[in-house]
């Protein structure tokens, strides 16, 4: 699996994402040398297991990014290096928006538990969300209240 384009830089995450397109013509964010290797490797296992867990995590892979696609792009080249690179990718889930306090009343007790005992297991210690905002790592279809399963 390759990157096809490089469409933008996400606004959201700390690991600096970019939106970009992947062979399959599949919408993906992509992470780079911002989230280090380890990091990646670490992204990918933790999909892998939340996906396992019966978490609604969307579709990942680890995908290669040629050096061309950077060559004229000042700020990819910040993110990603100039040289060819391996990055993590999670597929775009249409439709969907950071959950907000008010829509906690929509996540059911029994995934309440599965994310928090997923979180326990990773020792993810940022999520977080109060009436006043934070950092919920978690989306919602804001139509159907539902997360988008695949």
Same mark, same amino acid.
């Given at each position: 699996?390759?990157?096809?384009? @490089?469409?933008? $830089? +996400?606004?959201?995450?700390? #690991? +600096?994402?970019?939106?970009?397109?992947?062979? /399959?013509?599949?919408?993906? &964010?992509?992470?780079g040398?911002?989230? @280090? &290797?380890?990091?990646?490797?670490?992204?990918?296992?933790?999909?892998? @297991?939340? $996906?396992?867990l019966?978490?609604?995590?969307?579709?990942?892979?680890?995908?290669?990014? /040629? $050096?061309? @696609?950077?060559?004229y792009?000042?700020?990819?080249?910040?993110?990603?290096?100039?040289?060819?690179?391996?990055?993590?990718?999670?597929?775009?889930?249409a439709d969907?928006?950071?959950? !907000?306090?008010?829509?906690?009343? %929509?996540? #059911? #007790? %029994?995934?309440?538990?599965l994310? *928090?005992? *997923?979180? &326990?297991?990773?020792?993810?210690? /940022? $999520? #977080?969300l109060?009436e006043?905002?934070?950092?919920?790592?978690l989306?919602?279809?804001?139509?159907? !209240?539902?997360?988008?399963? &695949?």
């Amino acid at each position: 699996m390759s990157v096809k384009e @490089l469409i933008s $830089r +996400s606004v959201q995450g700390k #690991t +600096s994402p970019w939106l970009a397109r992947l062979d /399959d013509d599949k919408l993906y &964010y992509i992470k780079g040398k911002e989230a @280090l &290797y380890r990091g990646l490797v670490i992204e990918y296992i933790c999909a892998e @297991l939340g $996906r396992l867990l019966g978490l609604p995590v969307p579709p990942s892979k680890i995908a290669y990014l /040629d $050096r061309s @696609l950077l060559q004229y792009n000042d700020e990819a080249i910040d993110n990603f290096g100039r040289e060819d690179c391996d990055v993590f990718a999670s597929e775009k889930v249409a439709d969907v928006v950071d959950i !907000k306090f008010s829509d906690l009343e %929509h996540v #059911t #007790t %029994h995934e309440a538990q599965l994310i *928090f005992f *997923f979180d &326990y297991l990773i020792a993810n210690e /940022d $999520r #977080t969300l109060g009436e006043n905002g934070g950092n919920p790592n978690l989306c919602i279809n804001p139509i159907t !209240k539902k997360d988008n399963r &695949y």
